[in-house]
């Protein structure tokens, strides 16, 4: 089974999932994250990481969602490329 789990911080609550997919040799199991420290034993990082941070000009309020719209990005592009190489989850 091709597994793909996406979390911006790693492994969060989905360690134990992971590392149990991870088990079966049968399975291919990747994290997508924004979190660079970590490994976990047969889990690929698929790692994203938004390009520009958040600009001093953002209004205050609106930082946590232009942020989160950054990640979106970065992940939307990082996924694409994951599919392109011929990858596809269950």
Same mark, same amino acid.
């Given at each position: 089974?091709?597994? @793909?789990? @996406?979390?911006?911080?790693? =492994? ?6 992971? $590392?149990?997919?991870?088990? /079966? =040799? ?8 924004? #979190? %660079?420290?970590?490994?976990? =034993?047969?889990?690929?990082? @698929?790692?994203?990481? #938004?390009? %520009? $941070?958040?600009? %001093?000009? $953002? ?6 969602? /232009? ?5 979106? *990005? #970065?992940?939307? +592009?990082?996924?694409? #490329? @994951? +599919? /392109?190489?011929?990858? *596809? =989850? /269950?």
């Amino acid at each position: 089974m091709k597994v @793909l789990i @996406l979390h911006n911080n790693f =492994p969060a609550q989905f360690g134990h999932i992971a $590392t149990a997919l991870a088990a /079966d =040799p049968q399975n291919v199991v990747i994290f997508g994250t924004g #979190a %660079q420290a970590g490994q976990l =034993p047969g889990v690929r990082k @698929l790692m994203f990481e #938004a390009r %520009q $941070t958040v600009s %001093q000009q $953002t209004h205050y309020f609106a930082r946590s969602y /232009d942020r989160a719209v950054r990640n979106g *990005e #970065a992940l939307f +592009k990082a996924a694409k #490329a @994951l +599919k /392109d190489s011929g990858f *596809e =989850p /269950d």
